[in-house]
Nanobody, 119 residues
Framework: QVQLVESGGGLVQPGGSLRLSCAASVSFFSINGMGWYRQAPGKERELVATITDGSSTKYAGSAKGRFTISRDNAENTIYLQMNNLKPEDTAVYYC?????????????WGQGTLVTVSS
């Protein structure tokens, strides 16, 4: 059973930075792609960034140029470096992992970490 634990959220002023971490309970060799999503109050969960097992990355338009997703295979951890944060980035941030199973793959989610951007 794959478990994901996020950390690094908190309160930051507009223009500030945060780095989120997502640690997996298994080796990355057991996981395909991973990603970060976020859900703001009253809104649907939306994609922020993804990274494949080959370290190819994709970003939502709102994240391009400000956020960077990366992975540390030795630590089984992915990161989301967020710079120049804006109030509209306020949300619960979730990481996910696509775990291969005989029938295809299963998406596993972490519990989320709250990011609040406010002065």
């Amino acid at each position: 059973q794959v478990q994901l634990v996020e950390s690094g959220g908190g309160l930051v002023q507009p223009g500030g930075s945060l780095r989120l971490s997502c640690a997996a309970s298994v080796s990355f060799f057991s996981i395909n792609g991973m990603g970060w999503y976020r859900q703001a109050p009253g809104k649907e969960r939306e994609l922020v960034a993804t990274i494949t097992d080959g370290s190819s990355t994709k970003y939502a338009g709102s994240a391009k140029g400000r956020f960077t997703i990366s992975r540390d295979n030795a630590e089984n951890t992915i990161y989301l470096q967020m710079n120049n944060l804006k109030p509209e980035d306020t949300a619960v941030y979730y990481c996910n992992a696509d775990v291969p199973v005989p029938a295809g793959s299963v998406r596993v989610w972490g519990q989320g970490t709250l990011v609040t951007v406010s002065s």
